[in-house]
């Protein structure tokens, strides 16, 4: 199994915005705000992205018909915001986060803003992963020994269609790599990577 690269434009930044998905955006990030100066101990590994981009790129994504089905998975869910956005685009979507007070924001937040998406507390890397000792080697950003919440999802990894993750720099091919062994043919990730932007793959 390979995975493919597939390009995002360059102008992706200009693409336009729906009211809606820009005042979801300014909600979040003032929670977010409050959220990270309040909360005690610090969650050092929820760090939140460029929301207006993924938003963009799920835009783009959709109108060009990229993906296989409706299903998408926010891995590392943070506060939810890129599950809500993909709600937002009429997208299944579902956010995994493995801070419990981190899910109660996204449970706030999906039903302040009337969006269906569905948050679970617990860890994305699904318990069958082979090699998962090698693969967490110096991955310190990720919780890699904890119970997966698929069950409870009723979705195996296998049946969503878009992934989205934020890692950590020098994490990414962890995602790339379960993403890799667990997606289905067809599958597409999304992962941001702070300054150099977005990178969508699909496994073929
Ligand atoms: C860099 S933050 C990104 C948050 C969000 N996706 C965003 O873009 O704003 C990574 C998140 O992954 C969560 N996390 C780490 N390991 C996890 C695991 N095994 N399962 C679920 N969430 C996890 C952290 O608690 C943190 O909130």
Same mark, same amino acid.
């Not at 296998?158 to 790599?177: K, Q, R, T, V, Y």
């Given at each position: ?8 434009? !360059? ?43 993924? !938003?963009?790129?799920?835009?783009? @994504? ?6 296989? #089905?409706?299903?998408?998975? *926010? ?22 986060? @493995? ?6 924001? +996204? ?15 617990? +860890?994305?890397?699904?318990? %069958?992963?082979?090699? @998962?000792? *090698?693969?967490?080697? #110096?991955? *310190? ?6 119970? !997966?919440?698929? !069950? ?18 020098? *994490? ?24 150099? #932007?977005? %990178? ?5």
């Amino acid at each position: 199994m390979a995975l493919e690269q597939i390009n995002l434009p !360059d102008d992706l930044s200009t693409i336009s915005q729906t009211a809606t998905s820009l005042q979801l955006i300014k909600l979040a990030d003032n929670r977010s705000d409050i959220f990270v100066k309040s909360s005690q101990p610090a969650i050092h590994n929820y760090v939140p992205c460029d929301f207006h981009l993924v !938003d963009q790129a799920l835009t783009w @994504i959709l109108d060009n018909y990229l993906l296989t #089905g409706n299903r998408f998975c *926010e891995l590392g869910s943070g506060m939810g915001v890129a599950a809500l956005l993909a709600s937002n685009h009429r997208m299944e979507s579902v956010g995994i986060e @493995i801070e419990p007070t981190l899910v109660e924001e +996204s449970c706030l937040l999906a039903r302040e803003l009337v969006l269906p998406t569905r948050f679970y507390c617990g +860890s994305f890397v699904p318990r %069958n992963v082979a090699n @998962i000792l *090698e693969l967490s080697q #110096g991955i *310190e950003h990720v919780v890699t020994d904890e119970g !997966d919440v698929y !069950d409870d999802i009723g979705l195996a990894p296998s049946e969503f269609d878009l992934f989205f993750a934020f890692p950590w720099p020098g *994490e990414h091919h962890f995602f790339e790599s379960i993403f890799q062994q667990c997606a289905a043919d067809g599958a597409c990730l999304l992962t941001y990577q702070g300054r150099d #932007g977005l %990178n969508l793959v699909r496994k073929i």
